[in-house]
Each structure stands twice: as C-alpha cells, then as structure tokens.
C-alpha cells in the first residue's frame, strides 16, 4: 500500500476498499446510529452514550469488511483519512453520489 500524502488522493482508494454494496450500506448504517448517539447524549446530558460512538461506528464497518468486502478497514493505516472517508461517504450516499 503506498502512503498517500492528501486525502484527495486517499479518497480514490477508500472508494475502492468499499466496492461491496453490503460493506457501504453497513458503513451507512453504523454512521446514522452514531449520529443518533451523539445527539442523544448532547439532547440528555447522558455522556455514557458515548462509549456507543467506536462500537457502532466501527462495528457495523468492520463487520462490513470482514465478511462482506473480504478486505483489511484502511483505517489499521490511514485512520485519520479513513475517518475523513467514512463520513465524506456517507455524505454522498445521503446525496445519491453513491449508490445505496
């Protein structure tokens, strides 16, 4: 894997590191449930909702690349770009950039 210097340049092989559309819709799923958390936790003052935020968030993605994508989750190497790549999807599938 080469060492990618902008995310501009990461995002292409983020992309292609989720071609399964179960691991993308798993992706989505789990970004939904951690906004849910997040406001919940803003909205009861209850900041024990956010241990929920690692464990959806990237429960719902690593089960979508374990089993599904059958791949390596890019963020064991890039996390702050996969972070970025998670939630710049997530973007363009509530869009319709990407397909669902």
């Known amino acids: 894997m080469s060492r990618y210097t902008s995310f501009r340049d990461f995002y292409p092989f983020y992309l292609s590191q989720h071609a ?5 819709r798993l992706h989505f799923v789990g970004s939904w449930l ?3 958390v997040l406001f919940t936790a803003i909205t009861t003052g209850n900041w024990a909702w956010l241990w929920g935020v690692p464990v959806l968030g990237y429960g719902f993605a690593w089960v979508g690349h374990f089993f599904f ?4 989750p890019a ?4 996390p702050l770009y996969s972070l970025m790549g998670d ?3 997530f973007w363009q599938t509530l869009t319709g950039k990407l397909r669902f």
């Open 34 to 36: 951690v906004l849910l």
């Open 69 to 72: 994508e059958r791949n390596r």
């Open 75 to 78: 963020t064991f190497t890039y």
């Open 87 to 89: 939630w710049v999807m």
């Open 20 to 24: 399964d559309r179960t691991c993308r």
